[in-house]
């Protein structure tokens, strides 16, 4: 028999998205409206271990729906990955009285959360929140389609100098282990050429693209390139080789950096955020545990939380192909 939900605690953890606020706001007011109480766990894992908590109602989320970062702030926990902070951490959330967890945040965070679960029984769920877009389970995670957003802004500002001075530019994007960002950014700027790191275009490639490039008479070239290429060679390495190959190319590099986590989530960050948020919290009230709320087409669904964590989100090898043709 499933425990009756009574007071859901929610946090935030690892690195922080836009449209994270949004999910806070969710779960808080779908508490409210179900008379469920609602617990804030502040700085993720860690503010559990230190007890930093603080009750919440529904206008304790007023005006964070269009807000970028997390209201609850977020952190990384090393004490948590022991058995006595996690320990701590029961004791805390028994004290405050909190009986399940919606946790938002990537793998890493559900990882911890299926932990914890394992050894206190505590009913959780997880809502994807990163904008690397890398989890198994859900077409999208919240902060993706802003973080995309922002770098196709972005692309469109460099292209402007790239082709007011023929030059070339490197932008690398986020993405270490997963290359959407940079292939979606790519297509939707007219990147010249996208380097993601499920697959290895190699170098040749890339030289006779930018030779191509450059006979049928572009201005200016955009290379999109996320973190962790798998060419191997890192955004100024590639400058510094492509500048050996082909001395007509005068190389920029622009690494967008933390700028792509910021800013104001998308309407459809926040309309995904309240979703997800919802179904969360009534899937505790059902009873339910152990499982990621995503979206897949266009249903919100679940896929069990140790799927979501060992599953691999593949790209859509059709946007490589697409990729190529737009860049003839
Ligand atoms: P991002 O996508 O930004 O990396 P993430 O949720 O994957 O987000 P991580 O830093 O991997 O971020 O994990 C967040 C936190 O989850 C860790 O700091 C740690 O406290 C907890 N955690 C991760 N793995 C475990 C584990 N095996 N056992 C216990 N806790 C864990």
Redesign the pocket.
């Known amino acids: 028999m499933s425990k009756t939900i009574k007071r859901i605690g929610v946090l935030t953890?690892?690195?922080?998205?836009p449209g994270m606020n949004a999910a806070i706001r969710s779960v808080v007011r779908t508490c409210a409206y179900h008379n469920i109480e609602c617990v804030g766990i502040y700085r993720?894992?860690?503010g559990m271990i230190e007890g930093d908590f603080k009750e919440m109602g529904p206008r304790s989320v007023n005006n964070i729906v269009n807000k970028g970062g997390t209201i609850l702030k977020s952190?990384?926990?090393?004490?948590?990955?022991t058995p006595e902070?996690?320990q701590k951490a029961f004791s805390n959330i028994q004290k405050a009285g909190i009986d399940s967890l919606v946790v938002i945040?990537?793998?890493?965070?559900?990882?911890?959360?299926?932990?914890?679960n394992s050894e206190f029984n505590i009913p959780i769920m997880g809502i994807p929140?990163?904008?690397?877009n890398?989890?198994y389970g859900t077409s999208f995670t919240l902060g993706y389609d802003t973080a995309l957003n922002t770098v196709v802004e972005v692309i469109d500002k460099i292209r402007d100098t790239a082709s007011s001075h023929n030059r070339l530019f490197f932008v690398e994007v986020m993405g270490r282990d997963a290359g959407h960002i940079a292939l979606n950014a790519g297509i939707g700027a007219g990147a010249e050429e996208i380097l993601i790191p499920e697959e290895d275009l190699g170098l040749e490639r890339l030289l006779d693209s930018l030779k191509k490039s450059k006979a049928s008479g572009k201005s200016s070239s955009i290379v999109v390139i996320a973190e962790g290429d798998k060419i191997g060679k890192n955004v100024f390495e590639l400058k510094d080789y492509v500048e050996a190959n082909l001395p007509e190319y005068d190389v920029r590099v622009s690494v967008l950096g933390h700028m792509q986590r910021g800013g104001a989530p998308t309407c459809f960050d926040r309309v995904l955020a309240s979703r997800l948020g919802v179904k969360a919290v009534e899937s505790l009230i059902e009873g339910k545990s152990n499982f990621m709320v995503g979206i897949l087409g266009d249903k919100i669904t679940l896929t069990p939380i140790d799927q979501a964590i060992k599953g691999h989100s593949e790209i859509d090898r059709e946007l490589l192909k697409v990729a190529d043709i737009m860049s003839t």
């Open positions: 953890s690892g690195g922080d998205s993720g894992y860690q952190a990384r926990s090393k004490d948590f990955m902070g996690r945040g990537g793998d890493g965070s559900f990882t911890g959360a299926e932990v914890f929140g990163t904008i690397d890398d989890i």
